[in-house]
């Protein structure tokens, strides 16, 4: 049963620290979801890549965060440098575009930021 | 750009009642209508999703319902058990493969 894998699973971090979260989609999906949930705004989409493209990265704040596709098997996002705000939990998801009809979720990981 | 609405924030039901989750969207582009149910400390798992070409869709259990001129759409849950107990996201896209837009959830609890 393939799925989205995401590490860290869990990750504190004193405020000013890099975070790097990384993701890796399911074999051939090519599209990768960057999101971002907390209770108080919910699941907002930060990021997405497909074939390895960024095509919308809107929703990320630029000057601290950045998301960038190595290669097709491994997703990154970069908090440089943290702060207490950005604790949440960070979702990364993977699709195929034109065949499967759902986006596939990793199991997220927690960032408190201290 | 697309915004998605979604009511009520809670809903608490009695076992073996029906819970309805509705949800409205702005962009009238918007075409594919998925829901996601997220366990408490799990990942969004899609439930059943519905494209504008059909008004209702259901699986076993669950139903959802589309209306494409009032820009709404709505999640049926019947005969509902405590394992239905968690938080519902409705949420639009263009196509199934763009970008989704999600809901702010609904929590929906399950009294035994």
């Known amino acids: 049963d393939a799925r989205v894998t995401q590490t860290p699973r869990d990750k504190v971090t004193e405020m000013g620290q890099e975070v790097t979260m990384r993701c890796q989609p399911i074999?051939?999906?090519?599209?990768v979801f960057w999101y971002r949930q907390t209770m108080m705004q919910g699941l907002e989409l930060l990021a997405y890549f497909r074939n390895r493209a960024p095509l919308d990265d809107s929703g990320m704040p630029k000057d601290r965060f950045s998301a960038e596709m190595p290669d097709a098997t491994l997703a990154t996002l970069k908090i440089q440098p943290s702060e207490p705000r950005d604790s949440a939990v960070y979702f990364c998801?993977?699709?195929?575009?034109?065949?499967?009809?759902?986006?596939?979720f990793g199991p997220g990981t927690r960032l408190t930021v201290l | 750009g697309e915004n998605v609405e979604q009511h009520p924030s809670t809903l608490s039901v009695q076992e073996g009642d029906s819970a309805v989750i509705k949800c409205t969207y702005s962009d009238s582009a918007s075409n594919y209508f998925p829901w996601y149910k997220q366990e408490l400390g799990k990942r969004p798992q899609l439930i059943i999703d519905i494209r504008s070409n059909v008004g209702e869709k259901k699986d076993q259990r669950i139903a959802v319902t589309l209306n494409k001129t009032a820009k709404h759409f709505s999640l049926h849950i019947t005969e509902t058990q405590p394992e239905d107990s968690a938080v519902y996201f409705c949420?639009?896209?263009?196509?199934?493969?763009?970008?989704?837009?999600f809901g702010p959830g609904t929590s929906l609890s399950v009294i035994p």
């Open positions: 074999l051939g999906h090519n599209t």
């Open positions: 998801a993977s699709g195929m575009d034109g065949y499967t009809d759902t986006q596939y």
């Open positions: 949420a639009a896209s263009v196509t199934s493969y763009d970008k989704v837009i």
